[in-house]
């Protein structure tokens, strides 16, 4: 059990400080970009991301977290599982590719939109091989090379980026470093891979191959309707109200997409361990689950009240006055953060157990709702009406997943004794940052953190076992090897 935490902190801590630079990396080129083109540049840019991002689940198909899982579980098979999710993504590519084409001619957009869109169709070929890499370094728990390999790219696109922008190219440009990265990546991923555990052999195995396809479908139809979920708005805004209603919704969303990392690190670095546990040890599972969802809590609740009270200095300083408009879009928005938080370990642990069947009806529900809701809002009340529509189905959804983990697994936590004391003690530092609002941001930030550390100790938030749990990890957080 120490050696297992000591792993998963080890890994977290990785994970995260790799996406943190990732993230800071992305936020500098995202900023740069809205900057240079503007908020209608930064509209189309956003739409022609947002329809790559969409292609790229169906390219994947699901068979990023089938092979963490299968190799996790079968180590000694590690390259008989690449060279055939390989050959699998390959030829996914090609027809997406072919699809991608088809469908950007029949939108009514400007040519500059649907050239940049064919080169982002060959980006999703190899950004979909590269993944396949990382989805192995994963699942061996290696995910220092998994961090190597994405700091290593993103250093390359924001490089090319900025260098574009310094040259004052065009759109279609700044989409050719993407397709450029991405190649780059992947050969990395193939020359750190080779070096490091074997070289790879052409040998394709038919029946591997279908069978993968087969058990990919429920991962597939996950990741698309989740993609769909959390990405149909920006294309309903465009379709509906123009690109550069796009860019004063995709300023605020970048802000809240910055902040995923954090979830997205924790549940990479647990998902390995959680679906041995959801094999061989059903306490630990639920040891696990429920000090995941507080823990989760903890952390995006002050986030979420502080970016709310200063919603308008964030904008201001990440943009400029001219995406202003991009305030209360932040202030609704970052109120998704917790039950997105939440919703992301209640999917992982439905995956660990193979109830991916289950989680993908609820995501189909959650899509439904959400296409519903934008339909409904967007037209009235634009990105704002966008804004709202996606923090009314996420509170939808969490409490769906709940009800399901707790159904199917017999995994039960209660949220209603999880849940106030941390909400308390951000509301508190909340008031406590609205009232000395005349301080810098960065002294804010500081004095928020240190009070609601504090309001944790003194409402006695941290129990024994988290603090048994906190012990374990702070040595290998400073010593870790």
């Not at 361990?273 to 609740?301: N, Q």
């Amino acid at each position: 059990m120490q050696e297992t935490i000591s792993r998963i902190a080890k890994n977290t801590v990785v994970t995260m400080g790799a996406e943190i630079i990732n993230r800071i990396l992305a936020l500098i080129l995202t900023i740069a970009i809205a900057r240079y083109l503007g908020d209608l540049g930064f509209g189309q840019y956003s739409f022609i991301i947002t329809v790559m991002m969409l292609f790229q689940v169906l390219a994947d198909f699901g068979l990023d977290g089938l092979t963490i899982r299968e190799v996790a579980k079968n180590i000694d098979k590690t390259e008989y599982y690449l060279r055939n999710v390989l050959a699998l993504k390959f030829a996914l590519g090609l027809i997406n590719f072919v699809a991608l084409a088809f469908i950007i001619n029949i939108m009514n957009k400007p040519p500059i939109v649907i050239y940049s869109v064919y080169i982002a169709g060959l980006s999703i070929i190899f950004f979909s091989l590269a993944n396949t890499f990382s989805s192995i370094f994963n699942a061996h728990e290696r995910l220092d090379l998994k961090a190597l390999l994405s700091i290593l790219t993103r250093l390359i696109v924001l490089a090319l980026t900025l260098l574009a922008i310094i040259l004052r190219k065009n759109l279609m440009v700044l989409i050719t470093i993407i397709l450029i990265s991405e190649i780059s990546r992947t050969i990395l991923g193939w020359k750190i891979y080779t070096r490091k555990f074997a070289p790879i052999k052409f040998e394709l195995d038919l029946s591997l191959c279908k069978r993968l396809l087969r058990i990919s479908v429920p991962f597939a139809l996950i990741g698309i309707i989740a993609l769909i979920y959390f990405k149909i708005d920006i294309v309903m805004l465009s379709l509906m109200k123009g690109d550069q209603v796009v860019g004063w919704y995709s300023a605020a969303y970048t802000l809240l997409a910055a902040l995923l990392f954090i979830t997205e690190a924790y549940n990479l670095a647990i998902f390995p361990a959680l679906s041995r546990y959801a094999v061989s040890a059903r306490e630990l599972l639920a040891f696990s689950w429920e000090k995941s969802v507080k823990y989760l809590l903890i952390i995006s609740l002050p986030i979420a009240v502080g970016a709310t009270i200063l919603a308008d200095r964030f904008i201001i300083l990440f943009y400029s006055t001219s995406y202003v408009s991009s305030t209360l879009a932040l202030q609704i928005l970052i109120w998704t953060l917790p039950w997105i938080f939440v919703n992301s370990i209640n999917m992982r642990v439905l995956y660990a157990s193979d109830k991916q069947k289950e989680a993908t009806i609820v995501a189909v529900i959650s899509m439904v709702l959400n296409i519903l809701f934008n339909f409904i809002l967007i037209p009235r009340y634009s990105y704002i009406g966008a804004s709202l529509a996606t923090i009314l189905v996420e509170i939808i959804n969490v409490s769906i997943y709940f009800w399901l983990v707790s159904k199917l697994l017999a995994l039960k936590t209660d949220i209603k004794q999880i849940l106030p004391k941390p909400l308390i003690a951000a509301l508190v530092m909340g008031f406590a940052i609205y009232y000395l609002r005349f301080l810098n941001l960065a002294a804010l930030i500081v004095v928020g953190a240190a009070l609601f550390s504090t309001l944790l100790f003194i409402f006695g938030v941290l129990d024994e076992d988290d603090k048994r749990i906190i012990r374990k990890i702070v040595p290998v957080l400073i010593f870790k090897k």
